[in-house]
């Protein structure tokens, strides 16, 4: 689990809310994936941890920005004057990365909800992955979410080209 701790809990007596807040912080603290073996328990911890998450996440993101300066360069989406395209390559231009070289949307591109990277935005070098982590903080931190659209992931696998036919 890329270098995550795995912490597993067995079956038991229902553990209280207090408990499970304070597993949330820990696992997020420590970088450790939580599973119960009662699904019950998996799914209320999975429903806290995100709900904590969706709030740390753009508090995060606001720090990391503001000590490299970018914060209060920020612009907000408007859907009325801009498309998301068209703000998408400003959040880019902050983080100084080429347009349109970083996320794109998926799904409907008419309404898109999900904004997701680039493969070639993926750089898994040593100290690679900067431009992606700046334009995944400007995302966490603008006002998207008010409008409904996310940016995650989609998949975990390479999806290789077709063999071009001879």
């Known amino acids: 689990m890329g270098g995550e701790d795995v912490v597993r809990i067995g079956r038991g007596p229902a553990i209280s809310l207090r408990q499970r807040v304070c ?3 820990a696992s997020a603290d420590m970088i450790t994936f939580v599973m119960f073996d009662d699904p019950d328990e998996q799914r209320a911890f999975v429903k806290l941890e995100a709900e904590k998450q969706a709030k740390r996440e753009p508090r995060e993101a606001r720090r990391r920005l503001r000590q ?3 914060l209060d360069k ?3 989406y408007d859907p009325h004057r801009q498309t998301l395209e068209s703000y998408m390559r400003s959040l880019e231009a902050l983080c100084g990365v080429t347009s ?3 996320v794109e949307s998926f799904h ?3 309404k898109p909800s999900l904004l997701t990277p680039q ?3 993926l750089d898994l070098s040593p100290g690679g992955g900067e431009r992606l982590f700046c334009v995944q903080d400007a995302i966490a931190a603008s006002n998207l979410a008010d ?3 996310h940016f995650g992931f989609v998949g975990n696998e390479i999806i290789e ?3 071009k036919a001879k």
């Open 68 to 70: 490299a300066g970018l």
């Open 74 to 76: 920020l612009p907000r």
């Open 100 to 102: 349109g070289s970083v």
């Open 119 to 121: 493969p070639t935005s």
């Open 161 to 163: 080209e077709p063999a």
């Open 108 to 110: 409907n591109p008419r």
């Open 147 to 149: 409008h409904g659209i």
């Open 23 to 25: 597993l949330v912080k």
